[in-house]
């Protein structure tokens, strides 16, 4: 069973640019959620969909924004990049009323 | 909001034990993870406990829970150098998925 599958790898970006993340969950997981890894703030919750609903959302500012297509595949979009943006970004996949919650390798984002 | 803390750095020898210790502050939490994180990866989970369990095993690891005082150790028997990577301690808020983590320790096996 193929695991959470996150694209890009990498992706280096200026600022004021937008960009967006891709994130497959594992087959048949309903629930993925999205985090934001840094050195300085550690692992922070940005939100979860579930059936192509954001069912819970942490506290970052509205150029954080995501979605949720039929076949559970979520993007995540920031908009109007700023260097404090610069992080690993992690999205998780369960099977929504599990507890197990499963991580993919990340997409390193870097904004000079 | 959920506090969960852990200490930075732990180093120990190869095939001695590792004790990695977290606290947190929310009495809600419903679940308790482990999460191991190597370099240039993401988070692979190695266990959880649920909150009305005081200790799960799992091969080399042990996880104990002490509710009361908030509390909550991953012990990994035998340490190999391949243990060596961060460790993070989460809790599940009350939210569906919405974990809080800990700062991570980083867990060096000398050989």
């Known amino acids: 069973k193929a695991g959470v599958t996150q694209t890009p790898r990498y992706l280096i970006k200026t600022r004021g640019q937008q960009v967006t993340l891709s994130c497959s969950p594992i087959?048949?997981?309903?629930?993925v959620s999205w985090y934001q890894q840094t050195p300085g703030q550690g692992l922070q919750f940005l939100f979860e969909?579930?059936?192509?609903?954001?069912?819970n959302k942490g506290n970052f500012p509205g150029r954080f924004s995501g979605r949720q297509f039929s076949n559970s595949r979520s993007e995540m979009n920031v908009s109007t990049l700023e260097l404090g943006d610069s992080a690993l970004y992690l999205c998780?996949?369960?099977?929504?009323?599990?507890?197990?919650?499963?991580f993919g390798s990340g997409t390193q984002l870097s904004v000079l | 909001g959920e506090d969960v803390e852990q200490s930075l750095f732990l180093s120990v020898r190869e095939g001695d034990s590792s004790v990695i210790n977290c606290t947190y502050t929310?009495?809600?939490?419903?679940?308790l993870y482990w999460y191991k994180q190597e370099p240039g990866a993401g988070l692979q989970l190695l266990t959880y406990?649920?909150?009305?369990?005081d200790m799960k095993q799992d091969q080399r690891l042990t996880v104990l829970l002490n509710k009361k005082d908030k509390h909550l150790s991953l012990r990994i028997a035998d340490t190999q150098t391949g243990d060596s990577a961060i460790y993070f301690c989460?809790?599940?808020?009350?939210?569906?998925?919405?974990?809080?983590f800990g700062t991570g320790t980083r867990l060096t096996v000398i050989p």
């Open positions: 406990i649920f909150s009305n369990m």
């Open positions: 969909y579930f059936s192509e609903t954001q069912r």
């Open positions: 989460a809790e599940r808020g009350t939210g569906a998925n919405n974990l809080f």
């Open positions: 929310d009495s809600s939490s419903t679940y």
């Open positions: 998780a996949s369960s099977s929504g009323g599990n507890e197990k919650l499963f």
């Open positions: 087959s048949g997981h309903r629930s």
